[in-house]
Nanobody, 127 residues
Framework: EVQLVESGGGLVQAGGSLRLSCAASGITHADYAIGWFRQAPGKERESISCVSNNGRHSYYTNSVKGRFTVTSDNAKNTVYLQMNSLKPEDTALYYC????????????????????WGQGTQVTVST
């Protein structure tokens, strides 16, 4: 059974930091790209970052570029999203997902390429 489990969310003040984790089982990150997404209340789910299967390539949407960093530890089959300088507009449910069609990230890749999704972890940034 394939599972992606996010953790590390919580409540933080603006300007603070959080590190999200995405632990995979049943699949090997070394074979697939992993993406991070978020969905705020009343908004569509958006892609914010992605890391390639070997951890060497990544991309970020403009709103998080320079503040968020995605890394991967293939030995632990886990991907991390370090979030710094958090803003209230970063408040959302954050998901990781595995793209079984790609090893390298493709900005704008359709979400239907991501076959497996975690349950999400809530990030709330207060003013």
């Amino acid at each position: 059974e394939v599972q992606l489990v996010e953790s590390g969310g919580g409540l933080v003040q603006a300007g603070g930091s959080l590190r999200l984790s995405c632990a995979a089982s049943g699949i090997t990150h070394a074979d697939y790209a992993i993406g991070w997404f978020r969905q705020a209340p009343g908004k569509e789910r958006e892609s914010i970052s992605c890391v390639s299967n070997n951890g060497r390539h990544s991309y970020y949407t403009n709103s998080v570029k320079g503040r968020f960093t995605v890394t991967s530890d293939n030995a632990k089959n886990t991907v991390y999203l370090q979030m710094n300088s958090l803003k209230p507009e970063d408040t959302a449910l954050y998901y990781c997902a595995a793209n079984l069609m790609r090893r390298r990230c493709q900005p704008g890749a359709p979400q239907h390429e991501y076959a497996y999704w975690g349950q999400g972890t809530q990030v709330t940034v207060s003013t």
